[in-house]
């Protein structure tokens, strides 16, 4: 059993069930926490740049497509 490092609360998560790196989020506090470790299972917090920076380059991608569309329309 894990704790979670923002409020202390018992996070059960299986060891086999989830990899380093991975990113859930703590039942009690909603805190977003990566996987740092599995054996014992750690985790760290998610800080809030690292949410920012996927949203952006996930807004960036949907630009593109929007671009390529508006080409079309263009011809």
Known sequence: MATCPECDAEIE???FDVDKGDQISC???GT???VTGVAPI???VVSDEDED???LEEDE???DEDDDED???EE
Request: aromatic share 10%; with cysteine; proline share 5%.
């Open 27 to 29: 039942p009690e506090c």
């Open 53 to 55: 920076e996927d949203d």
């Open 42 to 44: 750690e985790f760290d």
């Open 71 to 73: 080409e079309d329309w």
């Open 13 to 15: 998560v299986d060891e």
């Open 61 to 63: 991608d949907d630009l």
């Open 32 to 34: 977003n926490l990566e």
